[in-house]
C-alpha cells in the first residue's frame, strides 16, 4: 500500500511570507494529524481531524496558522504569516482510529 | 496522560540485543504504553504497544513491570538500521493524542 505523501519536502522562505503544505495520508485512514517537530525535541500536536471534522486544535496558533481537510481525505496546513520559530519540519500522520499512526516524510520549513 | 523518563542515549553493538528503558511511574490503569522510533530526516515509525502484558511483534519486544511502572523495549538483534531515537509514550487511548517527549538516541555500532 501507498504511503502517507507530503509535499513540499523542503521550503525556504522570508519572514511575515505565506506556506502551504499538503498530505495524503492512506487510504480508508480517517484520522489525520499535523505536527510540528522543532529541532531536538519530540513531536508537537498541531491539529487532528476525523474525517473532515477537527477533533483537537488546543495547539494551533489560530492567529496564524490553519488547517483544512475538506473532504476527509487530503489535508493542506497553512502559516501567514511565518515567523522566525515556525522553522520546523511538518509531519503529516494518519490512522484508522486505533493506537498506530502512520506517519509521512514530513516537510522541512526553514524560515530566514 | 502520564510523563515518562528515558534516558537521553544508549549504545548498542550490533548484532547484540538493545534494552531501552523507560520510566512511566505515575501511569493509571486504563493508559498503554506506546514505542516509536524516528530514523533521521524521517517520519516515526509505530513499533509496539501495550497495556499489562508482554507484548512482542516482527520489531520488538515490549516487557511491562508488574506494577506498570517502568518497561523496557527490547530490539533482539540490532542492526545498523535500528540507529534512530525511540519514543516511549503513554497514553489512555480516548483521543488517541500521543503526547511526546525527547526520546532515547540509539546508536548501534558495528
Known amino acids: 500500500e501507498a504511503g502517507v505523501a507530503q509535499s513540499p519536502r523542503y521550503k525556504i522562505i522570508e519572514k511575515r511570507q505565506s506556506v502551504a503544505f499538503w498530505c495524503n495520508p492512506i487510504?480508508?485512514?480517517?484520522?489525520l494529524y499535523w505536527y510540528q517537530q522543532i529541532l531536538g525535541q519530540g513531536p508537537k500536536l498541531l491539529i487532528q481531524f476525523q474525517n473532515n471534522g477537527v477533533v483537537d486544535d488546543s495547539q494551533l496558533p489560530k492567529d496564524r496558522f490553519s488547517a483544512e481537510r475538506l473532504k476527509g481525505v487530503d489535508s493542506t496546513l497553512k502559516i501567514q504569516p511565518a515567523k522566525l520559530e515556525d522553522s520546523a519540519v511538518y509531519l503529516c500522520?494518519?490512522?484508522?482510529?486505533?493506537?498506530?499512526?502512520?506517519f509521512g516524510p514530513g516537510t522541512r520549513l526553514t524560515v530566514t | 496522560d502520564a510523563k515518562t523518563t528515558q534516558p537521553t542515549s544508549m549504545d548498542c553493538a550490533e548484532g547484540r540485543a538493545a534494552n531501552l528503558p523507560c520510566n512511566h511511574s505515575?501511569?493509571?490503569?486504563?493508559?498503554?504504553v506506546y514505542w516509536y522510533r524516528q530514523i533521521h530526516s524521517q517520519g516515526p515509525q509505530y513499533i509496539i504497544h501495550?497495556?499489562?502484558?508482554?507484548e512482542t511483534n516482527e520489531m520488538a519486544s515490549l516487557i511491562i513491570t508488574e506494577d506498570r511502572k517502568s518497561s523496557t523495549l527490547i530490539l533482539p538483534h540490532a542492526t545498523l538500521r535500528d540507529t534512530a531515537v525511540y519514543y516511549c509514550i503513554v497514553n489512555s487511548g480516548n483521543n488517541r493524542k500521543l503526547i511526546w517527549g525527547l526520546g532515547t538516541s540509539l546508536a548501534v555500532n558495528p
Open positions: 500522520a494518519g490512522g484508522q482510529g486505533g493506537y498506530e499512526q502512520y
Open positions: 487510504s480508508g485512514h480517517a484520522t
Open positions: 505515575t501511569i493509571s490503569g486504563n493508559e498503554y
Open positions: 501495550g497495556l499489562k502484558n508482554n
